[in-house]
């Protein structure tokens, strides 16, 4: 079987980087550089004239910068973007967020030099990046989508109404535990940011991201949200209107006693924090009293966690195909029977709001 290449236009300023990026693009099987531009305003005509699977950008440049670009992309005709520049490192987290709120994908920081060795050293990483990104299902930056019926699955597959779900677990939730990857931010941001500030449970939040964007996130999510957002601690308890993330290079855990507690990283574990030892750990404390929310990602973590939430009696939600980035994880709890309330994004903070409601 042969696959069609992922078609990629690249938006760079620097002529030995654009270089440089099309010969390292060029030289993978999977990808197809069919356009190059030299800032946003020329990128948005070569855009329209090769219709890309990938928009990659630089962020400073004259014309129309990426940040702009990116607007107006999300805006008029969404398509995964991801910006390739020096001011997405680590320490530049505002700039990051800036462009993750406006609909970018992700970012790449560039080789700290313009050498081609430096650029092959991260050569792998990019192309897998952009793959990933390829199989994106974006939509208009702000339109508001219609609210299809959500599909509810029985651990049989069969299609149950949502009243009744309601109505059985309403009044027993104590605690939102949510799981997402890198590509899930503006997700999650979308979902806490319509929970209200006198929200009567708390929320612990398992996320797959790069290392040194934690703080910044919770510090972007503290602006955005209404709840307080912070790290969890080991030895603190879950509070109600408090939105807690897993730590780096660490798995979130609740003890015996319900306070958090971390756990280091197996040898050859995949994800720390994972996102499935979380959600075990919540529903090994909380049981039938714990909602699972499952969000779009690449793999499987979160699977086996969401179908042990609902296993010992609790609901689960997932973001479904229409709405998921990428559907793999979510795909996988499915199979599993995991996933009981099939939700688009825009759907999930309302639907917690109402089974709380009826508590």
């Not at 999300?74 to 709120?101: C, G, H, W, Y």
């Amino acid at each position: 079987m042969q696959f069609s290449k992922k078609k990629v236009v690249l938006i760079e300023d620097s002529p030995v980087a654009l270089e440089i990026l099309q010969r390292l693009l060029n030289s993978s099987p999977d990808v197809d550089v069919v356009g190059t531009a030299r800032d946003g305003v020329e990128g948005l005509e070569v855009i329209s004239q090769t219709n890309p699977d990938v928009i990659c950008t630089d962020l400073l440049m004259d014309n129309m910068d990426g940040l702009e670009l990116t607007k107006r992309i999300m805006a008029e005709d969404p398509r995964p973007i991801l910006v390739i520049s020096n001011f997405v490192q680590k320490t530049d987290i505002d700039n990051v967020f800036r462009l993750l709120q406006a609909g970018a994908a992700d970012v790449f920081p560039k080789p700290s030099t313009d050498s081609p060795t430096d650029y092959e050293k991260l050569k792998a990483a990019l192309i897998a990046k952009i793959k990933v990104l390829s199989s994106m299902k974006v939509t208009l930056k702000g339109q508001q989508q219609l609210m299809t019926a959500p599909v509810e699955l029985s651990t049989s597959g069969s299609i149950l109404r949502r009243e009744s779900l309601i109505t059985n677990v309403g009044s027993r939730i104590k605690v939102i535990c949510i799981g997402a990857s890198t590509a899930g931010l503006q997700t999650i941001q979308k979902i806490l940011s319509q929970l209200p500030s006198n929200f009567p449970l708390p929320v612990i939040c398992t996320l797959h991201l790069s290392e040194g964007i934690l703080s910044g996130l919770v510090n972007w999510l503290s602006s955005e949200c209404q709840l307080r957002v912070k790290i969890a601690q080991v030895g603190e308890y879950p509070l109600p209107g408090t939105v807690y993330f897993a730590p780096e290079k660490h798995h979130l855990e609740l003890d015996s006693l319900g306070k958090f507690a971390y756990a280091q990283a197996l040898p050859g574990e995949k994800h720390c924090p994972s996102i499935t030892i979380t959600f075990k750990s919540i529903a090994n404390f909380y049981s039938r009293a714990t909602v699972g929310v499952l969000l779009s990602g690449l793999g499987s973590d979160g699977a086996e966690g969401l179908q042990m939430i609902s296993q010992v009696g609790g609901m689960t939600i997932a973001q479904n195909e229409k709405s998921g980035a990428i559907f793999g994880m979510v795909k996988e709890a499915i199979a599993l029977g995991a996933a009981q309330n099939l939700l688009e994004v825009e759907e999930i903070a309302p639907f917690l709001l109402k089974t709380i409601s009826d508590q």
